[in-house]
Each structure stands twice: as structure tokens, then as C-alpha cells.
């Protein structure tokens, strides 16, 4: 059975750092890309970031580009979301997905909340 | 960069059938993966590749797409299907890898 489990999120104030992490489990974690989504309260869904298979390409939404850094531990099968300068505009649930380029977004975690706010 | 558009809401009668629109330039070209979402809850893939059910999901779920609209289907709606649906396509010729629609909110009467 697929499992993504994400971890770290929380309150930091705004200009604060957090690293999201997502630790999977049931798949063949270093054979797929994987992808970061977010939900802002009462709002849709909207793309983040996405890490190809052996975390040599990524990906960034022009919303978080330069602030926010993809990476992934194949040996660790975690994937991470490291997120600085935070905005109140960044407050929403992040989801780790699982799922190839081109191909459809297949699992979700249940997903952890960040709150930006002073 | 590449829009879809969804109706905010639609509203069927149980054992009705509800269709979930998504419309986008040329979107029948494209490959459209639609995704349930609960209350509280993390999307849940429903259709695939246009029309392409995951194992688990009921066969009252469908799909199509052509020329600028794709649709969701569901027939004999239940009280259970109540949730958010988001249309998305994969996006390479744009900075927009992976778009999603809005989102319709579906309400069983």
C-alpha cells in the first residue's frame, strides 16, 4: 500500500523558514517523480514544485520560485520542501503526491498545514 | 499560460446523473486527469487519462474529452459523491507544468 506521510509544518512568522518533509513507503520511491501541491483555506488546488526520479531536474511555480528548494533522499525514500522568506500568501495545506512527468498525480499524503502569520 | 475552467458548483438529485465540466483551448488534445476531494480530506484520483478508471473507483465514474471541454460523469449519484472535483493537464509547452481547473463543488440534493 502507497504511503506519504508529510511532517514539519506549523506557525512561523513572516520572513521565517520551514522544511516540509514527506516520507514514503510501498512503491519504488527513487523510480518516480514527486511533487509538491498546496490548498490555501477554502481555496483550490495549486501547483508548487516537482522533483524528477533521481532529483536532477525540478520544478518551481513562479510563486515560490527562489524562495522555496525541492530536494529527495532515495536512500531515506523522503522527499523534502525547504521554504524561506514565507509570506501570509504561502498559508495553506501542503500535499506530497506521487507521480511520473505526464503522468497523473496517483497518491496524495493527508497533507500538513502551514500557517504564516505573526 | 494554460486555464481550465470549471462551473463553481453543480447540483443533482440522488440517482441522478451529474456531468463536471472543464474547458480549456484545445484540451482534447491533452490528457485530463480528474480528482475528488472530501471535506477535510486529500484528493483522490478518480479519472485518468481522460476516461481511465484507478482500481476502487465505482464505474458510475467516467470520463471524456474533446475539442475544448472534457467532462466528468457521474451516474446514479449517491450522497457519498457530495465533494470538490478539479480537472488538471499536464502543461510542458508553458511555465505552468501541472495546471488545475477551479474546481466544481458538486451537491447532492
Known amino acids: 500500500e502507497v504511503q506519504l506521510v508529510e511532517s514539519g509544518g506549523g506557525l512561523v512568522q513572516p520572513g521565517g523558514s520551514l522544511r516540509l518533509s514527506c516520507s514514503a513507503s510501498?512503491?519504488?520511491?527513487?523510480?518516480?517523480?514527486m511533487h509538491w501541491v498546496r490548498q490555501a483555506p477554502g481555496k483550490g488546488l495549486e501547483y508548487v514544485s516537482a522533483?524528477?526520479?533521481?532529483?536532477?531536474?525540478?520544478y518551481y511555480a513562479d510563486s515560490v520560485k527562489g524562495r522555496f528548494t525541492i530536494s529527495r533522499d532515495n536512500s531515506k525514500n523522503t522527499l523534502y520542501l525547504q521554504m524561506s522568506s514565507l509570506r501570509a500568501e504561502d498559508t495553506a495545506v501542503y500535499y506530497c503526491?506521487?507521480?511520473?512527468?505526464?503522468?497523473?498525480?496517483?497518491?496524495w499524503g493527508q497533507g500538513t498545514l502551514v500557517t504564516v502569520s505573526s | 499560460s494554460y486555464v481550465l475552467t470549471q462551473p463553481p458548483s453543480v447540483s443533482v438529485a440522488p440517482g441522478k446523473t451529474a456531468r463536471i465540466t472543464c474547458g480549456g483551448n484545445?484540451?482534447?488534445?491533452?490528457?485530463v486527469h480528474w480528482y475528488q476531494q472530501k471535506p477535510g480530506q486529500a484528493p483522490v484520483l478518480v479519472i485518468y487519462?481522460?476516461?481511465d478508471r484507478p482500481s476502487g473507483i465505482p464505474e458510475r465514474f467516467s470520463g471524456s474529452n474533446s475539442g475544448n471541454t472534457a467532462t466528468l460523469t457521474i451516474s446514479r449519484v449517491e450522497a457519498g459523491d457530495e465533494a470538490d472535483y478539479y480537472c488538471?493537464?499536464?502543461?510542458?509547452?508553458?511555465?505552468?507544468?501541472?495546471?488545475f481547473g477551479g474546481g466544481t463543488k458538486l451537491t447532492v440534493l
Open positions: 487519462y481522460d476516461s
Open positions: 503526491v506521487k507521480g511520473g512527468t505526464a503522468m497523473p498525480l496517483d497518491y
Open positions: 522533483i524528477s526520479s533521481n532529483g536532477g531536474s525540478t
Open positions: 510501498g512503491f519504488t520511491f527513487s523510480s518516480y517523480a
Open positions: 488538471q493537464v499536464w502543461d510542458s509547452s508553458s511555465d505552468h507544468l501541472v495546471v
Open positions: 484545445n484540451i482534447g488534445s491533452k490528457s
